[in-house]
């Protein structure tokens, strides 16, 4: 099911293989995970990831799949260790998520590889390059009705809509890369190349979390900007319902006239 309501809003998703991918008869490296918790204290954590899917990280849609299981497992974790406290819960996201998320990624990785490789324990094992193996991005959302907690490493995007037309983007690309590097969960020190925001959540907002394959399929970032506010302006116009029915579509030829790569795309809408 793509399309979920909530007790805070709307969440419609969508992940779809790149056209290059179709092509060349490979699968999608994307992956999304959400959940929601309600009994009396609603939120709800999202999750977005991108397998880095070259030679190198030829077990990335394992990582990426693993990744945003982890991130909202994780995400819901926190909220019930700190709900009660507003203070606590953003001082230990900014703090200890990236840590945590990072742990119990590359822990689950290597059970994973123990046994899909069937690695020998009594063997010495490459851990930095068999993480390579899973690299991917990762981009999570905690959702709750006076507050967003908001992380991502590597590329992707997230960003913040608003009823009269505004578009804010919390987080910076990477400017000291080069080309089309980017960070990863397997990098070393992963934890340090996080990006965190904890912001307060107006009524009435929308949140956008996509892999880059969209975003990329756009001439420049304003086009791109363009689009996500003329999501709004359609699901106003036509209803979520008929959004949710047509995005498949919308993406496949985004990707295909585009960027050529998957796409996966993760909407919260709380204005219509």
Known sequence: M???????????????????????????????ARSKMVEGKPCIALAVADGHGDVKHDLSEQGATLAVTIAVKTLIEFFNNFANNPRLLKKNFKQDFPR?????????????????????????IDTSQLLKRY????????????????????????????????LCKPFSHATELI????????????????????????KEEAL???????????????QFHTFARSLLTRISEFG?????AALPHWLDQYSEEGSGDDITLLIFNDIF
């Open 2 to 32: 793509s399309l979920q309501k909530t007790e805070l809003g709307w969440i419609l998703a969508s992940k779809r293989r790149g056209a290059s991918h179709r092509r060349k008869n490979t699968s999608c490296q994307d992956a999304y």
């Open 100 to 124: 945590l998320v990072g742990r119990h990624w590359r822990q689950a990785v290597l059970k994973d590889a123990a046994n899909r490789l069937h690695l020998q324990t009594d063997n010495p």
């Open 135 to 166: 690299g991917t991005t990762l981009l999570v959302a905690l959702i709750l009705p006076d507050l967003l907690l908001l992380g991502q490493i590597g590329d992707g995007d997230i960003l913040r809509l608003f009823q009269d037309g505004d």
């Open 179 to 202: 080309g089309n590097a980017t960070y990863s969960l397997s990098s070393l020190e992963a934890d340090k190349f996080w990006q965190t925001a904890t912001l307060a959540r107006t």
């Open 208 to 222: 956008l979390l996509a892999t880059d394959g969209l975003s990329n399929a756009f001439i420049d970032e304003t």
């Open 240 to 244: 979520i319902d008929s959004i949710d």
